[in-house]
Every structure is written in C-alpha cells, then in structure tokens.
C-alpha cells in the first residue's frame, strides 16, 4: 500500500524505461508519469517492451509512430487497470544546445513543466539517451531534495547510481553562505572533468543510438527499481550510506532487503557486477552547492546561461580553475623531469 502512493517519474520512456516501469508495476507502485518527446518507430517494439508494431503508426500521423509517452502510459494502464499513469511530451532543455530568442517561451515551458513534475514526485529515474538531458533534471533533483536513481547503458556494460541529495548534517552556519549543503553521494556528473555539452554534433543518427545487447536493459532497470525499493523502505531514505560488497551487520541491511549501495556496475561478458561509492565532487557542474544554490536564487535566467554559454558551469562550479592549476601542476611536474643540459 505504501509503494502504491509513491509518486514515481521516468524521464524515458524508451528501452530503460518501458523495463523500469514494467518493474515498478511488479512491486505494486501505481503513479507513474512517464517523460518522453519521442515517437514509437519500427525498431522499438523487439527492445522496448510496452510498445507493439501497431504503435509505430499514428491514426493521427500515419507518417509517424505514436508518441512514446503516451503509448506507454496507455498500456500501463492496460496491464493494471488501476494504474494512474500520466504521459508527458516534455522535451528537456541541455547544456550544450543554445535556445535561440524566438524559441525561449517554448523551452521554458518545458522547464516549468518538468520543475512542476520533479516538486511532486517522490521518485524520479533518469533514462535518457543522452548525458547531457539528465542534467537539468540532476540539478533539479539535488534542488527539491528529490530520490533520483540514474541508469547508463554501454554495449555490454551498464552503470545505475543513486544522486545523493543535500546532506543537513554538513550545512554551514546560515550566516556563512547561501548555498545549499553538499550532497552525501555523488552525482552522474560527478566523476567527469567537463560540462555536459552537445553529445549529438556532427554524428549520425546510428552513432547517437547506443546499440547494447538486448538482454542488457532488463538487468539494469530491474537492479535500479530493486535499489529504489530498498532505499524507500531503509529508514534514513535517501540519506541512508553507501553500503560496499561483504558488508553484512544489521546496520547494512536496509530494513530487511540487503546492501543499499551507491553506485552498480554490470560487466554482462563476464556475468559479473561491482559496487561502487564515489563521493560528492565539490566543483560537480551539476550537484555542487554553487551550482544548486545558483539555480535555486536565479531561476530560469541562470538556466537560461547554462543552455546558451558553453563556460559557464564550468566556470560557476571552479572546475576551469580546479583544471587549469592540475594542468600547471602537470608541467612543473614535466619540468621537473627535464635532465639538467651540460654547460659548453
């Protein structure tokens, strides 16, 4: 009864999420709002299991498949009668692709939309195609102290993590600074050097589309919806530590339903999986507290700079100067190691 009133977002409705939503139904969640601008095409129904071949035409645009979104939602709704699943063909405004005056009301809209789901949800997976659409709602999450588990596929490998969210424990003085506390966990965007930008330039469309094996997305999304359970059943949530492998005491057990890891990663050519814990990186582009707190006092004018300047997370955060003193640190290094020259 409790998962029931879970207010659950899915930011994809593609081959991740159709297999998350499929899980969520299986423990019993039943408010899901599935996020996706795509549309149902001819190779979807093998790998994206809620939708079939008749979705991949509209009665309303026979040229074009159903929109994703609503497909799904629809045969959610099917499987479970009582199932409340709502769809929404948001499209998620990134870093990286700049948003031209005549378009900023539509890209905003958007924004409101997403920000309005993202403040009454209790659970938001991220399930994108791309890095850089899960940053707006990483930021977002990390803003509203949202639950939000993330979910990567490779070929044959696959990351799912859970963000972590500000952390009370470590809040400085109110009178020292405005900005939110760290997180306890770090974020997808932690453990890169460089702000999301446009990961889809000068690619073609089969470059862009990640061919993994087929197999692949139902481990992963089962293992998230598996973590996301667990987490919402331990009684610090989405605060509770970052349990490694052979941790076994009663204080790793999270209420009953085992290890509450931080990060999984699947290796599927060995059949084998790791856990991980990575820290809150402080120059994060995406959950640091300058970057947060800059959202949470500006609004969508900081957002906005995010969208159309190429240097501005990285600038905000101090990730340009945190790499421009290791690249300082790197040459005196190289200078270090010239072999003195003989005088003439």
């Known amino acids: 009864e409790r998962l029931a009133t879970v207010k659950c977002v899915l930011l994809g409705a593609g081959t991740l999420g159709c297999n998350v939503a499929r899980s969520l139904l299986a423990w019993g969640f039943r408010r899901l709002a599935l996020v996706?601008?795509?549309?149902?095409?001819?190779?979807?129904?093998?790998?994206?299991?809620?939708?079939?071949?008749?979705?991949?035409?509209?009665?309303?645009?026979?040229?074009?498949?159903?929109?994703?979104?609503?497909?799904?939602?629809?045969?959610?709704?099917?499987?479970?009668p009582n199932a409340e699943a709502t769809a929404h063909a948001i499209s998620?405004?990134?870093?990286?692709?700049?948003?031209?005056?005549?378009?900023?009301?539509?890209?905003?809209?958007?924004?409101?939309?997403?920000?309005?789901?993202?403040?009454?949800?209790?659970?938001?997976?991220?399930?994108?195609?791309?890095?850089?659409?899960?940053?707006?709602?990483?930021?977002?999450?990390?803003?509203?102290?949202?639950?939000?588990?993330?979910?990567?596929?490779?070929?044959?490998?696959?990351?799912l993590l859970r963000h972590g969210v500000p952390d009370p424990s470590t809040s400085p003085p109110a009178a020292a600074s405005s900005e939110p506390p760290p997180c306890n966990l770090g974020c997808y965007f932690c453990n890169d050097v460089v702000a999301?930008?446009?990961?889809?330039?000068?690619?073609t469309l089969d470059q862009q589309c990640t061919a993994t094996r087929p197999g692949l997305s139902a481990i992963a999304s089962s293992l998230a919806v598996e973590l996301a359970v667990t987490l919402l059943h331990h009684p610090q949530g989405a605060l509770a530590p970052a349990d490694l492998a052979g941790q076994v005491g009663d204080e790793h057990l999270g209420a009953g339903l085992g290890l509450v890891?931080?990060?999984?990663?699947?290796?599927?050519?060995?059949?084998?999986?790791?856990?991980?814990?990575?820290?809150?990186?402080?120059?994060?582009?995406?959950?640091?507290?300058?970057?947060?707190?800059?959202?949470?006092?500006?609004?969508?004018a900081f957002l906005l700079r995010a969208f159309n300047e190429p240097d501005f997370l990285e600038e905000l955060s101090g990730l340009k100067e945190f790499l421009a003193a290791a690249d300082a640190e790197a040459a005196a290094w190289d200078d270090d190691d010239e072999p003195d020259m003989p005088e003439d």
């Open 92 to 159: 998620i405004p990134m870093p990286g692709h700049p948003v031209a005056e005549h378009n900023q009301a539509g890209v905003l809209a958007d924004v409101a939309a997403l920000e309005e789901l993202v403040r009454e949800s209790d659970l938001i997976f991220l399930l994108t195609d791309t890095r850089e659409s899960r940053w707006l709602p990483t930021v977002l999450a990390a803003a509203h102290n949202k639950l939000c588990i993330n979910v990567a596929l490779g070929f044959d490998t696959f990351v």
């Open 261 to 300: 890891p931080h990060q999984v990663r699947g290796f599927l050519s060995t059949f084998s999986n790791v856990i991980v814990k990575g820290d809150a990186f402080s120059k994060c582009t995406a959950c640091s507290p300058k970057v947060v707190g800059g959202y949470q006092r500006e609004g969508h």
């Open 196 to 203: 999301p930008t446009d990961s889809t330039r000068n690619r």
């Open 36 to 80: 996706d601008y795509g549309r149902v095409s001819y190779s979807n129904p093998t790998r994206q299991s809620l939708f079939e071949f008749s979705d991949c035409a509209d009665p309303d645009a026979p040229a074009e498949g159903r929109p994703k979104a609503q497909a799904a939602a629809e045969r959610l709704r099917k499987i479970v």
